[in-house]
Every structure is written in structure tokens, then in C-alpha cells.
Nanobody, 116 residues
Framework: QVQLVESGGGLVQPGGSLRLSCLAS????????MSWYRQAPGKERELVAH????????SYAGSVQGRFTISRDNMKNMVALQMNSLKDEDTADYYC?????????WGQGTQVTVSS
């Protein structure tokens, strides 16, 4: 049973930082493209960032460009999302996703609330 387990969510004030982590029970983790999505209340799930097989292949949604950084550690089967300068509109459930050509997995999500 493949599992993606996110952690690191919580309550933070505007302007603060959080670091989300996703640990994957995938023996071939290095062959998966990894992504972070988020879903705010009443809104559709949206792609926040993704990273290819290596750390130099990253892309971001325009709304988080320059504030969020995605990274991966293939030795630890982990992908992280460093979130800086958080805004109220970053409040959402954040999900980790793993994609290969034929296999796709989601984590259960971690809640991020940005509020003063």
C-alpha cells in the first residue's frame, strides 16, 4: 500500500513561514514527479508547485512564485515545500502528489491557516 504522508501544517500569522514535508513509501520514488496542490474552502484544488526528477526542474503557480520553494530528497523519499511571506489567501489544505507515467498517488493533506 503506497502512502504519501504530509506534515508541517498549522496556524501562522501573515508574513510568517511554514515548511511542509511529504514522506512517500515508494521504492522507486526517484522516478516520480512530485507536486504540491492546495484547496481552499469553496474553491477547486490548484497546483502550487512541482518538481521533476532532479531539484533543478521546478515550476510554481504565479501566486506563490518567489515565496514558496519546492525541494526533494531522493535518499529520504521526501518532498518539501518551504512557504515564506505567507498571506491570508494561502490558507488551504495542502496535498502532496506523486506521478509517473502509469501511477498516481495523493496524500491525505495537511491544513495551513494564515491568520492574525
Amino acid at each position: 500500500q503506497v502512502q504519501l504522508v504530509e506534515s508541517g501544517g498549522g496556524l501562522v500569522q501573515p508574513g510568517g513561514s511554514l515548511r511542509l514535508s511529504c514522506l512517500a513509501s515508494l521504492s522507486d520514488f526517484h522516478t516520480f514527479v512530485m507536486s504540491w496542490y492546495r484547496q481552499a474552502p469553496g474553491k477547486e484544488r490548484e497546483l502550487v508547485a512541482h518538481i521533476g526528477f532532479t531539484e533543478d526542474a521546478t515550476s510554481y503557480a504565479g501566486s506563490v512564485q518567489g515565496r514558496f520553494t519546492i525541494s526533494r530528497d531522493n535518499m529520504k523519499n521526501m518532498v518539501a515545500l518551504q512557504m515564506n511571506s505567507l498571506k491570508d489567501e494561502d490558507t488551504a489544505d495542502y496535498y502532496c502528489k506523486a506521478d509517473s507515467l502509469t501511477r498516481h498517488y495523493w496524500g491525505q493533506g495537511t491544513q495551513v491557516t494564515v491568520s492574525s
